[in-house]
């Protein structure tokens, strides 16, 4: 059987989003692949404003 692989890539505005991105893709591969799997890697940081001393 053939085999598929997608890659997707990019900065996403909205972090919260990233669920209704993972609902679909898990949606649609139950319904067009056999044995499929998800291997997610998020990268997030975030860093505090640093406010000047007097």
Known sequence: MPECVF???GSI???T????????LRREADK???EW???AEIKYSEK???KPTS
């Open 48 to 50: 505090g404003e640093t």
């Open 32 to 34: 067009l692949l056999k």
């Open 7 to 9: 890659y997707i890539r």
């Open 13 to 15: 505005a909205d972090f």
């Open 17 to 24: 989003r990233i669920d209704n991105l993972y609902t679909a």
């Open 37 to 39: 799997e998800i291997n």
